[in-house]
């Protein structure tokens, strides 16, 4: 599976839209890019994938490059419970492999 | 949605003792179970994939003497932790996979006393 890079940490305003950048240069053409993120002392939350269109659901939007080579992951009215860690993941679509976490964003949404 | 429910989620033993972890798929039939391990300030590891009905692949590292998995139908799993030791006090985490995609428990932190 290729290899993701996301920034350590950032800061939000409560009610601002959160955007989390990840890049991923070595993509390729069969893995999807998945989002899940981890609230403090609980298990992973899946949030939204998607291979080259962009997508959006419930919980958020996802913007993937032309060259797919990054992508951000935008939460629209971010709320003090969206802070977590949050984990940019590429992989196979198909298959039951394990996920491979990095350390993932540390997202803390101010008041 | 699919729910994994992940038991105890929190315990504390003594070193030398075993700990059982029990996680269940509520409403589908996860045909793989990882499990995790993630210590403090850490990202998960995966530790162990499971499928029913046979013996469990381990990751390098890990020791399927002392992490015995059992996978024995579609909706449980179970990690046993066996004579803990203070080093294996950590967060552990199982997760199901079906044809949807991955749906994790909410996690048992573990500690060793």
């Known amino acids: 599976d290729a290899k993701t890079t996301q920034p350590p940490s950032m800061d939000c305003a409560e009610g601002r839209a959160a955007n989390l950048p990840c890049n991923h240069s070595?993509?390729?053409?069969?893995?999807?890019v998945y989002w899940y993120r981890q609230i403090h002392s609980q298990g992973p939350q899946y949030i939204i994938h998607?291979?080259?269109n962009n997508e959006t659901n419930e919980m958020a939007s996802l913007i993937i490059t032309e060259d797919r080579k990054s992508s951000t992951l935008i939460l629209p009215h971010a709320t003090l419970r969206d802070t977590a860690v949050y984990y940019c993941i590429v992989r196979t679509g198909g298959g039951a492999d394990g996920l491979t976490f990095g350390k993932g964003t540390h997202l803390i949404i101010q008041p | 949605g699919a729910v994994v429910s992940q038991h105890p989620s929190w315990v504390i033993c003594k070193s030398g003792t075993s700990v059982k972890i029990e996680c269940r798929s509520l409403d589908f039939q996860a045909t793989t179970m990882f499990w995790y391990r993630q210590f403090p300030k850490q990202s998960l590891m995966l530790m162990a994939t499971s499928n029913e009905g046979s013996k469990a692949t381990y990751e390098q590292g890990v020791e399927k003497d002392k992490f015995l998995i059992n996978h024995a139908s579609l909706t449980l799993s179970t990690l046993t932790v066996t004579s803990a030791h203070p080093e294996d006090s950590s967060f552990y985490i199982c997760?199901?996979?079906?044809?949807?995609?991955?749906?994790f428990g909410s996690g048992t932190r573990l500690t060793v006393v």
């Open positions: 997760s199901g996979y079906n044809n949807y995609g991955y749906t």
């Open positions: 070595t993509i390729s053409g069969n893995e999807y």
């Open positions: 998607g291979l080259k």
